[in-house]
């Protein structure tokens, strides 16, 4: 049977300019990196020749698996995707104070998509993208 989520996974494109970010601005705290560059994990991925650098973050009990593969380069997934498209993926972070995250994190130079709604239920989302463009949400309930 399925169990909880053990983490969520992305492909970055510059593992230093990732970690400026979910390190740095975000504060999750590495936890472990790896790298790996071998025939094994290219067949638990799915994909020949890998060189891949991965760094695993803690963002308060929620891990973040940061991957920088190195070889085969690989193609840019969020050119072009909107967040309606099938496929497309974000993952949630909560805050204690959106408006107050959303002033930091702009004054970071950090780009959102929107500035912080409330919905009918009550809660307080908005959405942001990391060095790669890859959406995160964060919600204040």
Known sequence: MIGSAHHYGVT???????????????????????????????????????????????????????????????????RGVSNNDVGAAHFCLEVDDLDATYEDLRSEGVEFINPPQTLDNGADVAYVYDPDRNVIELLSE
């Open 12 to 78: 970055v494109s510059d593992m230093d300019d990732a970690l400026a970010f979910y390190r740095d601005t975000l504060g999750m705290e590495v936890v472990d990196e790896l790298s790996f560059a071998s025939e094994e994990f290219s067949k638990f991925v799915g994909v020949e020749g890998v060189d891949v650098d991965i760094v695993f973050l803690d963002a308060d009990g929620c891990a973040v698996e940061l991957l920088e593969y190195h070889d085969p380069p690989g193609d840019d997934a969020n």
